[in-house]
T-cell receptor, first 114, second 114 residues
Framework: QQQVKQSPQSLIVQKGGISIINCAYE??????FPWYQQFPGKGPALLIA?????SEKKEGRFTISFNKSAKQFSLHIMDSQPGDSATYFC?????????????FGEGTQLTVNP | DAGITQSPRHKVTETGTPVTLRCHQT?????MYWYRQDPGHGLRLIHY???????DKGEVSDGYSVSRSKTEDFLLTLESATSSQTSVYFC?????????????FGSGTQLSVL
């Protein structure tokens, strides 16, 4: 049972376009929602994260939108660049759980064409 | 990758043989984790450690055991490898283990069980 569901599985965007990846969660105890970026042959690396006390967080071209009532959150990449081509994972965890034990979504392979 | 070394990077083995993967960190972080990455499943937690000789199970721990005799080393053992354990294995570390803490990942071990 996947507690964090991610879509789409793959996404192709033209350079300069907006990339949008969506995630939905089931466990209402989750209260921390990070996004990780992974390049081929590398491990995932933290990109941006949000707590449920805010509805949006922006860092440069990357924005997380959070909808607590719908139990959904999404990653928006503005002005997408070929260098953004990677696999993106949403994740969730509970601050009450000991250890930084993240539950990950299935991943989205993003390709940005030049 | 944040002072994390996984070895080997690639391994091919036969069904029924024991396999040990090693994760070595130079960051002196207390928490260490083993995840497996599979298409359509994202990353799933196998086991984690919150100190020397202190370990606990994750969501997909069946068929795996771990050991941590030193702060810097976390070993993952497949006692009798099966084809379903063909995967990419990632080690991760974190400093305090709080739920909203950034995880640092190694570069992974590609394991093929024939």
């Amino acid at each position: 049972q996947q507690q964090v569901k991610q879509s789409p599985q793959s996404l192709i965007v033209q350079k300069g376009g907006i990339s949008i990846i969506n995630c939905a969660y089931e466990n209402t105890a989750f209260d921390y929602f990070p996004w990780y970026q992974q390049f081929p042959g590398k491990g995932p690396a933290l990109l941006i994260a949000i707590r449920p006390d805010v509805s949006e967080k922006k860092e440069g071209r990357f924005t997380i939108s959070f909808n607590k009532s719908a139990k959904q959150f999404s990653l928006h990449i503005m002005d997408s660049q070929p260098g953004d081509s990677a696999t993106y994972f949403c994740a969730a965890s509970s601050l009450e759980t000991s250890g930084s034990r993240l539950t990950f979504g299935e991943g989205t392979q993003l390709t940005v064409n030049p | 990758d944040a002072g994390i070394t996984q070895s080997p990077r690639h391994k091919v083995t036969e069904t029924g043989t024991p396999v040990t993967l090693r994760c070595h960190q130079t960051e002196n972080h207390r928490y260490m984790y083993w995840y497996r990455q599979d298409p359509g499943h994202g990353l799933r937690l196998i086991h984690y450690s919150y100190g020397v000789k202190d370990t606990d199970k994750g969501e997909v721990s069946d068929g795996y055991s771990v050991s941590r005799s030193k702060t810097e080393d976390f070993l993952l053992t497949l006692e009798s490898a099966t084809s379903s354990q063909t995967s990419v294995y990632f080690c991760a570390i974190s400093h305090t283990g709080t739920g909203n803490e950034k995880l640092f990942f190694g570069s992974g071990t590609q394991l093929s069980v024939l």
